[in-house]
């Protein structure tokens, strides 16, 4: 696996604030764009597979609450199109290139898993863990999964349990590189590099994509 995960961005205030803050932002799970990712009506098949009332005896979750838990998103490849269509404000936004073994560490309290697509519920693998006595780490085994539609994304998450909502503190040494999008106006290229210069993230490498002149697709020139 590669040591660099990487973060679509639209450029705007709390984009930026990665580099003049650096927070990078867990969200909760109620915020996900897609209303399939942790369907609460797993739980019920669940409760039903079991024979318990899982909503009411807490089994499921013990001493989790599910509001608190937050994840930070990111993807294992800079070079998909759709992430950058979808993500990154249809080329004229950045993409931001994090250490991944040391943004996970600097992490306290942060599960990462990267996540596998398919087109079923994991009700048998969660119902498996929980006969076998696993339940501490059932919401981790909810989020590892996304429907088959997904795998473009590549991604892997970073699961807090009391993240959920918090811009969480990192160290500058995680920033690795940033990516300008085909279509970022050159007045947001600038700002940017003066952030990072008035940070003191001189060690980011800065990227342009580009073009790739035989296929559809995306090269990264260094321009630092």
């Not at 990665?18 to 209303?35: A, C, H, Q, T, Y």
């Not at 909502?165 to 106006?185: E, T």
Request: hydrophobic share 35%; net charge positive; aromatic share 12%.
């Amino acid at each position: 696996m590669s040591n660099v995960i990487f973060k679509y961005r639209k450029f705007d205030e709390r984009s930026l604030s990665v580099f003049e803050d650096l927070r990078i932002w867990f969200s909760k799970i109620n915020s996900f764009n897609d209303p399939f990712d942790f369907d609460v009506k797993m739980l019920k098949i669940i409760k039903e597979r079991l024979g318990v009332d899982v909503e009411k005896s807490n089994l499921i979750f013990p001493s989790l609450d599910l509001s608190k838990i937050g994840i930070f998103s990111a993807s294992r490849t800079r070079k998909n199109q759709l992430m950058w269509s979808h993500y990154a404000d249809e080329h004229r936004g950045f993409c931001i290139g994090f250490d991944r073994s040391r943004l996970e560490k600097n992490l306290i309290g942060v599960t990462p898993v990267d996540v596998i697509y398919q087109s079923s519920y994991p009700i048998s693998n969660i119902v498996e863990r929980f006969k076998c006595g696993l339940q501490e780490d059932l919401s981790i085994e909810f989020l590892k999964y996304k429907y088959s539609y997904w795998r473009y994304e590549r991604e892997r998450r970073l699961i807090g349990t009391n993240l959920g909502g918090v811009a969480a503190q990192i160290d500058s040494a995680v920033i690795r590189s940033v990516a300008f999008g085909l279509r970022m106006p050159d007045d947001d290229k600038k700002c940017l590099i003066n952030i990072l210069r008035k940070n003191k993230l001189s060690h980011v490498q800065v990227y342009q994509s580009c073009y790739n002149g035989t296929k559809f697709g995306l090269d990264f020139c260094r321009l630092n």
